[in-house]
Each structure stands twice: as C-alpha cells, then as structure tokens.
C-alpha cells in the first residue's frame, strides 16, 4: 500500500479542483508488468485487440485485481465509501503517430449516474506533456452540462468522437503529468482532453470508473462489479469476476455485459464501441 494524502486533502481537492494527481496506485514495476501483459494479449488475438475498450475486469484476472487495489480503495473511501461497484474499464493506449488525440468533453454525456462516476486514469507508462497526458480545466465540474457534437474522425480515441460545440474558457486548463503507475482520479463531470503523442513510444493507461454501490443508474439498470465492501441497495446487477484469462466463459459473460451497456450509452448515437467488434483503433 502506498503512503496518500490525508482523507481530508483528497476530497478537499477534489470538490474544489475535480481532480486529485498525482496518486501512485501501484509501483512502476508493476505497472510496467501490466504492459507486458497487455501487449501479450495484443499479440496474440490482433483481432481482438477492441474488446479491452469496455469492461476488460470481465476479461483478465490482472484487471480485476487492479480494479480492487488497496491504495486505490483507500484513495476512493473519503470520496465514494468503502462499499464500491467498478462499473467500467477500458483502456487509452495512444500511438506514437502524432495524429490520434482526444477532443475537449465531459463524460457525463453518456455516463448518467447519481452521484457522478469517478475515474482514476491509471498510467501503465510515463503521461507526458509530449506522449499526451490528459489536460483538464480545474473546477470546470461545477459548470454543468456543455452542449456536445459527435464527428466521424479516424484519429479521435473517442469512439463517438464527440467534442464540446460550444466556446468556453480554456486559459487555465492544465496538464496531468504521471509516472508509470500513478493515478489520476477526476470528476466525470470535469472538461479534459488530449493532444497527440509526439514521442516514439506509445501512451498507456486504463480508465477505472467506479461509483458507490448505493449510487444509481439514471438511465436504466446496469451490472457493475463489487469491488469492494457490500452491497446493500440491488441497484446494479453483479458481475462475475474471471476464473481464467479470456476464458470462452469470460467473453461470453462481457459480450452481453457490454451489449446491455451499449444500449444506453450509446443510445442517440449512430457508432457502436469497439468493444463490440473487437476492432481497435487504438492498438499497437
Ligand atoms: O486517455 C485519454 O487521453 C483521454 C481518454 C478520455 O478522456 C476518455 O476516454 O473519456
């Protein structure tokens, strides 16, 4: 377990800021080992590489075990409690091409929850200024909803390539450094971005999101993992963590996992997540 900032500091900042970076969740060693991992799997099902976009903690005992973290149960309990649901993880894995970015956006286009999902960003190789880190605008979470477009754009991580369609003031937006290992734990409500990776190597980090198990799902009932804790309130569905890694079992349960999640997340949208198809834009 890693040494943190007080419980106080951590919501202080959070409420204040929507942010809290950076955390270290697990050592670079660590980190680099879940690379090694990842890249493992890239190598030997290419095809396949899309899956990891949504709920890859049904897929991988690895992610699973990262998704209930000590430090990052720890780091979450002033924010969420200790009764904890992990209700995604996907991967960010951004090319060395100097092209493929995010757009300006708020997460809460499409995660509806009460309260608000919260994400901790893990990095599994250094977030640099020049690779790509996220940018934030601190204290945008309390702007409420901005209106969002999507656009078609091979280079955007987004699936749905959706952006903020309206002007607004980026002067102090900031960029999150991390090292390998470290987390940033941010407000889904917060406006972030990120540039292209102008390095050689690739960009690497996982998105966790989590939210208490007494927290709901406004538009519609969804399964989640316990992570942590107990859940008292039935008001998610619970999944199955795996038993083997990419077990004929294990993608059965996260194909119809992430088909009942795609009706609401995308429902609007004319794209569908790659972790339907199993087709990436994202891989190596
Ligand atoms: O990894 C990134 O650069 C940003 C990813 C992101 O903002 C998202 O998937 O919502």
């Excluded at 995308?266 to 790659?274: F, L, N, Q, V």
Aim: charged share 30%; with cysteine.
């Amino acid at each position: 377990m890693f040494s943190l900032p007080s419980d106080h500091e951590i919501k202080e900042r959070f409420e204040r800021l929507g942010y809290v970076a950076p955390v270290r969740i697990i050592s670079e060693e660590d980190a680099a080992a879940c690379r090694a991992e990842l890249e493992a799997f890239e190598r030997a099902h290419p095809d396949k590489v899309g899956l990891i976009d949504m709920k890859a903690n049904l897929l991988f005992r690895w992610i699973d075990r990262l998704t209930r973290n000590e430090t990052l149960m720890r780091a979450m309990e002033p924010l969420i409690g200790s009764d904890v649901m992990c209700e995604n993880v996907g991967f960010r894995n951004k090319a060395p091409d100097n092209k493929t970015y995010v757009s300006w956006h708020q997460d809460t286009v499409y995660l509806k929850f009460e309260p608000r999902i919260i994400t901790c960003w893990l990095a599994l190789t250094p977030a640099t200024v020049e690779n790509g880190c996220l940018k934030i605008i601190p204290g945008s979470h309390k702007w409420g909803d901005m209106p969002h477009k999507e656009k078609v754009d091979p280079y955007s991580m987004l699936t749905r390539g959706h952006y903020v369609s309206t002007e607004f003031d980026k002067s102090n937006a900031t960029h999150v450094t991390l090292e390998a290992g470290e987390g940033l734990l941010i407000d889904t409500a917060v406006l972030h971005a990120s540039e292209p990776n102008l390095t050689k190597d690739r960009r690497m980090g996982m998105l966790i999101d989590m939210v208490p198990a007494s927290g709901k799902k406004l538009n519609g009932r969804e399964s989640a993992m316990l992570v942590h804790g107990h859940d008292r309130w039935n008001h998610f569905d619970h999944e199955v963590p795996p038993a083997e890694d990419f077990g004929a079992a294990e993608q059965e349960r996260h194909r119809k996992a992430v088909e009942a999640v795609t009706a609401t997340f995308y429902a609007g949208s004319e794209r569908k997540p790659e972790a339907l198809t199993g087709k990436s834009r994202n891989a190596v």
